[in-house]
């Protein structure tokens, strides 16, 4: 497991971007799949993006999709997810994840930042 720390989110205008960045600690990062989760007020923990090792592959929900990028830095052990076209609907806690397994799903990662909120105002 390796320890993550996300930042970058606060309150953002509708139409607007924000880049969130998700810092490990632990040098097995690179070895590792990582993905992008929010979780919405009285909502479940949803999937957003995903990411191989190597950053050589990506995947995304259909609500990311054209608006949203993930990337990596494995050199700084630190992953990014930039945000445009924001609306209101993407308020959440936005959680980075890390495991073996590139995947969409939740119980496939192992590691987990403590969130950061993205709150998206009218």
């Known amino acids: 497991q390796v320890q993550l720390v996300e930042s970058g989110g606060g309150l953002v205008q509708a139409g607007h971007s924000a880049r969130l960045s998700c810092a490990a600690s632990g040098r097995t990062f690179s070895w590792l799949a990582g993905a992008w989760f929010r979780q919405a007020p009285g909502k479940e923990r949803e999937f957003v993006a995903a990411i191989t090792s190597s950053g050589n592959s990506v995947q995304y929900a259909d609500s990311a999709k054209g608006r949203f990028t993930i990337s990596r830095d494995n050199g700084l052990s630190t992953m990014y997810l930039q945000m445009n076209s924001l609306n209101p609907e993407d308020t959440a806690v936005y959680y980075c994840?890390?495991?073996?397994?590139?995947?969409?799903?939740?119980?496939?990662?192992?590691?987990w930042g403590q969130g950061t909120q993205v709150t998206v105002s009218t």
């Open positions: 994840a890390a495991g073996p397994k590139y995947s969409s799903a939740r119980n496939m990662y192992n590691s």
